[in-house]
C-alpha cells in the first residue's frame, strides 16, 4: 500500500491544518469537527496526519496502548513488562459500523477454540491515546453517537454485555468530517468536538491548478514526491514535539483569562467548555508559534476554531456564525 | 454513431489502463444495454466480484465462518471481499447501499487498492448513489434509452497498462480546471480524475503526451456528467483564466490553441437530458441517503438493535440472533461434551436461544401543504416558509424531516422534497412563485404521494395543509367548483385510508365549515389560525404534533 498524502503538501486550507496540529499538540482539546464539500482534502488531512505525529511509547501487545505495564488492563492478560515506540493510532470508524466492533464483544475465536470467555477489544480500545476518525460523522447512527458521547465523556469504555464486564481506558481526539448539505449534527456531538473548520474549495484558479499537480506528482512521481514532502513533514513534527514541551511552560496572564470569559459571554456560548476550549487552544498556538506568552492575538487567530459551532444557532439568519464569531471579536477585542 | 455506447466502452477501456479511476457510477435501469455494459466489463482481466447493497459487515471485511468452524472444529476464518486482489466489484442495486458499505468501499478506494467499482445505480429520480461514493468513482455513464441497435462493438481489453510515463503539458491542468470551474464543479476530485483519464487514453492511443483529443474525451466523460450549471462564456465569480494567451506560448509542449467554444461543445453534446430540469430547481438533485440514520430499513423488524434476549416469545417472525446464541452456547460446550459425549456437534440447549430486538424509532416527516393561490399567496408561503425552517431548526431533537408541496393554477409542485438540512432547506426555497386558482385536491394527492414512498422508506409521514379552503379547480384542470370540492374530500378519505396523519390550518380571514369538513374526511385536526405568521405556525404544529 501507498504511503498517505503528506500533511505539508496539503494546498491551502490554513485552518483545517491549524485545527489538526494544535490537537496533536495538545489532545485535551477535545477534537476537530471539519465541515464542507466533497474534494476538499478532508479525508486526505486526517489520513496524512497518521505519519504526521510523533510516535508514542506503548507497552508490548498491550490492545489499548498503555504507557505504563500497570495501566494495562487486566483482562488483556498483558505479560510483556517493556515498551516499544508505535506511531500514533489514527482508527477510522466507518458509516454504519455496528456496536460490537467499536466497543468490542466477545472473542469468538478463543469461544470456539478453547472454550473461553475472553474480550474481543473493538475501535475504541485501538484508538486509546490517538484519533479517532469519523467521515460522514452527521449520518452516524443515533446509537453510536450515544456510544460515542459517553465514552468521549468519561474517557473510559464500560462493556457489560454478554456475560462480560470489562472496561479500559479510551482517550482519543475524536476527528469528524462532513457535508452539512446532507444533515445536520447533533447539538450534544457538536458540543463535543473542541474545534471546528468550515472548508470550502479554493476559488483561486492558481490554487485549484496548484492542487491537481501535486496530486498529480504524488501518484506519478511517488518517490521524489514524498522525499521532497516528508522532510518538511519532519520538520513539522519536531515543531509539534518542541511545543509539546513549551506548552508546560507557558504563562497566561490573567488579562487573557478575562478576554476569553469576556468573549464568550458576548458571543453567548453554553456553558464553560468553550472557554476552556479557547484557553487551551490558545496556548497551544502560542507555543506553536514559539512565544513565551499567551497574548491576544493567539485569542484572536483561535477564537473561531474554538467557538464558532457553540453558538445559538438562529435558523431565520442568513449569516453563518463564523460571522458573528469575527464581529464579536472585533468588539471585544478590538480591530 | 452511438455516442453514448462509445463513451461507455472508452471509459472501461480507460479504466483497464488505469484502475486508479475508481470506476464506474452506471445509471441505467436493466436491459439490453445495461447486459451488454456488465458483459463487456467481464472481458476486462481483472476478476470480477459482485456486491449487494445490504452486505453486512463480516462479509465485507472477513471474519470467522460459523458453519465451516462448527463443522471441523477447527477455526476457520473467511476472507473479506475486499481484502483480495484488486478485482472489478459490481454493486447492484448501488441506490440503496447500506452506509456501511459505501464507507467501506469508499475507504478502499480512497487507498487505491486497484479495485475497479461498477455501481449500477437503478434509482428513480431521486434516487442515487450517495455522494461519498460516486464523487470517488471518475465516470458517470446514463445508459437508459439505449436501443439494441445502439449497442455496437465490444472493445477488447487494451494491453497497454501503464500511465506513468504520460506526461501532461501545464496549460492542460489549467484548460480542466477552468473547465471544471465553468461547469460548476466544486470538487477537486473531479479534475484529478479528468487528468488521469486523458493521460490513461493518451495511453489508450500509444501517444507519450497528452494531447488535445484526449482532453476533450476527459471532459466528455469526467467533468461534463458532474456539471451543476451550464458553462458560462465568461465566470462570473472567478477571476478570468488568462491561461490559454500568455502561457500557452512560453511552454514549448504546449496544446495547440483550444477554442472555449468548441470545446464548450463537446460538454454541451454530453450533458444529461434532464440537466435543464435539475437546473431549475437551483441545484443538481442530491441525494436523500444521508439523512436515514436508521429510518431506511423497511417493516418492524428495524430500528436500533438492542442487545439479543433469551425471550421466550410465540411471534413466528421473530429472528434468532444466530451469533449471540453460539456466544450463549459457547462457554457450556467443554461441560456439555462430557455430559452426553455421543452427540455430535455444537451443543445448543433452547435456553441458548437468543432473538434479535430492536427499538424503532421512525423518524417523522412533516409534509407542508400549502396553497400559494390568489392575492395573499405570497404572505402565506413566506410563512410556511418560516415555519418549515424554524421547525427544521429543532428537527435533529425531535427527529423531523420536512417537505413542502405547494399548489396554485391547476397543479401541485413538490418544492423540497424530504430533507433535514437546514442548509439545503434555505436554497431551495429562496424563490417560490405564487398566484393562481386553488386545486386544493391536486395539492393532497401530491401529498398522498410523497406521503406513501416515504412511508416505504420508513418515515411517519405528517401531512400539514395551509390554505384558505375555498377550492376551485377540480382533478382533472377544469375550473369547476363543486366538482372540486368533492374531488378533495375524496382525496382526504384516500389519504386518510393510508392511515397519514394529517393537521389543517385554516389561514383564511373568515374560518369556513368547508374545511372542517376536510379535517374530518382527512381525520385530522382543524386549526383556524388567520394570519398566523411563522412563529405561531411552529408552535401551532408543534402542539398538535406533542397531543
Redesign the interface.
Known sequence: ??QPFPFSAIVGQTDMKRAMILTAIDPSIGGVLVFG?????K?TAV?ALASLLPPIKAVKGCPVNSAKPADCPDWAGVKARRTHEIPTPVV?L??????D?VTGA?D??K???K???AFQPGLLARANRGYLYI??V??????IVDLLLDVAQSGENVVE???LSIRHAARFVLVGSG?????????QLLDRFGLSVDV??????DE??E???R??AY??DHAAFMLRWQAEDAALRDRITSARKALTKLKTPDQTLRDVATLCVELGADGLRGELTLLKAARAYAAYRDDTALTRGHVRDVAALALRHRLR????D?AGSGTRVTRILQEVLGA | MTDAWDRAMTALALLAIDP?LGGIHLRARAGPARQAFVDAAASLPHPALRLHPAMS?EQIDG??DLTA??QHG??TQTRGLLDRAPSILTLAMAERV???????L??SL????GHILIAMDEGLEDETVP??LS?RLAFQLHLDGLAMGDIGKILLAPKQSL??RIS?P?DS??L???V??RLGI???????FA??AAKAHAALNDRNAVTEEDIHTAIALVLAPRATQLPTEDTQ???P?DIPEDQASQTPESLPDMPDEMLLDAVQAVLPTDMLDKLQTGQNI??GS?????ARKIGNRRG??L?ARNTRTTRSDARVDL??T???A??W??IRKQARPDHKGAHIRPSDLRHKRYQN?SDRLLIFTVDASGSAAIARLGEAK?AV??L??Q???RRDHVALVAFRGTEAELLLPPT?????T?RRLASLPGGGATPLAAGLEAAQELADVCARKGLTPVVVLLTDGRANIARDGTADRAQAASDAQAVARALRGSGTQSIVIDTGNRPTSGLRDLADALGGSYLALPRAD?QQLSRAVDAQLAS
Open positions: 500500500m501507498k464539500d466533497r474534494g476538499t482534502g479525508s489520513r477510522d466507518p458509516l454504519g459500523v455496528s456496536e466492533r466477545l469468538i475465536e469461544a470456539l477454540t472454550g473461553e470467555k467521515d460522514e452527521n449520518l452516524l447512527e443515533d446509537h454485555r454478554e456475560g457535508n452539512p448539505e446532507e444533515g445536520e449534527l447533533r447539538p470550502a474549495s479554493p476559488t483561486d484558479i485549484r491548478i492542487v491537481i499537480k496530486r498529480d501518484d506519478n444557532r438562529d435558523p431565520l442568513d | 486508479m459487515p471474519g470467522v468452524t462448527l477447527a477455526l447500506e452506509p456501511y458499505l459505501a464507507a467501506r469508499g475507504a480512497d487507498a487505491q487498492d455522494e461519498s464523487d500511465t506513468k501532461a501545464d491542468i489549467e480542466l480546471v477552468d471544471a470551474v466544486r470538487s477537486l476530485r473531479a479534475v484529478g487528468l488521469r465569480d472567478t477571476p483564466p442530491r441525494t444521508g439523512a436515514g440514520a436508521g436500533r438493535p442487545p451469533m449471540a453460539l456466544r450463549a459457547l462457554p460446550q467443554t424509532l418560516g425552517e424554524l427544521l431548526g428537527a435533529y431533537a433535514r438540512s437546514l442548509v439545503q434555505k411563522a
